[in-house]
């Protein structure tokens, strides 16, 4: 029988097949056990690589995707092989294209038919998928919003181009260029855009195939909103171009809201017709709970008084 020391005392303390304990120091000590290593470098990478391509897919997807600019129709607010970042998260929000936000949108009707598409090579697919390059198989074109729905829109002349019968300033028109384009193509019209709808050129009025040169698509020339990527807020390459696109001054003007102003007075008139009926009965309610209260509070005490 071992007294328990015997273990401490002899050589035998250590039991047949297990290894002997690690002791650190001149002097022996408690056992010590080997600290983990950290996992090496290369191993982390792929992990790393792996989470910045779903975040990059992620925010592609829902914030911001990078669009390249392919043509001069938008001079001098863009040049061609400009980089712009879109806006994609405000849509999902119900936000809807403005007059006067420069949007990107996919092809409504065969818009770019003729035109040349790049054959972009591995690499570029794959920055592309995940959102670092422009996608070069994607039918996409930018214009600025000119009218949404329910606007109407006319060009008679050179111009100016008006909305709603407010004649437009547009210092973003490319210099030289008139607002209105004097041809029989498309360029004199007047046009309601529908609900749901956006009419769109570009700011290179004379070189631009816009709604005004695609009227007999089967859209009439206007862009569905629901084609509509986002609105591109920010050029951000070359660094030298970079910086933002606001909605221009002109787009403020007083007036030109008139007719969504009386679209939606109509929507709101019949509230407030429900809200007049309604409140005389409501009021009369009160009065008439109130007097009960009174009544039954005057009952109460009269009892207690003969009590």
């Known amino acids: ?116 598409t790049p054959t972009p090579n591995p690499v570029q697919k794959v920055l592309s998928w995940i959102g670092l390059m422009p996608s070069a198989e994607e039918k996409d074109l930018i214009k600025r919003v000119i009218g949404v729905g329910g606007d109407t829109v006319e060009c008679k002349g050179s111009g100016p181009l008006k909305v709603n019968g407010k004649a437009l300033n547009e210092p973003y028109v490319y210099p030289g260029n008139t607002p209105c384009s004097v041809d029989d193509q498309g360029g004199q019209f007047t046009v309601k855009v529908p609900k749901g709808f956006i009419w769109v050129m570009g700011d290179h009025r004379q070189n631009s195939r816009d709604s005004r040169y695609n009227q007999s698509d089967r859209n009439h020339g206007m862009v569905p909103v629901d084609k509509v990527v986002g609105r591109a807020i920010v050029k951000a390459w070359p660094i030298n171009r970079w910086g933002t696109l606001p909605i221009p001054d002109t787009f403020d003007q007083p007036g030109l809201d008139e007719q969504s102003s009386a679209a939606a007075s109509l929507t709101v008139a019949p509230e407030g017709i429900a809200v007049a009926a309604v409140l005389p009965v409501v009021v009369w309610r009160r009065r008439r709970t109130d007097r009960q209260e009174s009544e039954n509070a005057a009952l109460r005490q009269a009892e207690s008084t003969k009590r």
Do not use: Y
């Open 1 to 116: 029988m071992s007294s328990g020391n015997d273990a401490a005392a002899g050589d035998e303390g250590t039991p047949e097949g297990e290894p002997e304990p690690r002791v650190d120091g001149p002097g022996g000590g408690a056992a010590a056990v080997r600290p983990r290593q950290p996992r090496s470098f290369w191993k982390e990478l792929p992990i790393l690589i792996g989470i910045a391509l779903v975040l990059a897919l992620l925010i592609k997807t829902f914030l911001v995707q990078a669009f390249s600019i392919p043509s001069d129709s938008m001079q001098n607010t863009l040049q061609q092989g400009d980089r712009v970042l879109v806006d994609k998260l405000t849509p999902w929000f119900g936000s809807k294209p403005e007059r006067g936000e420069v949007v990107v949108f996919h092809d409504p009707d065969n818009w770019l038919a003729g035109e040349p």
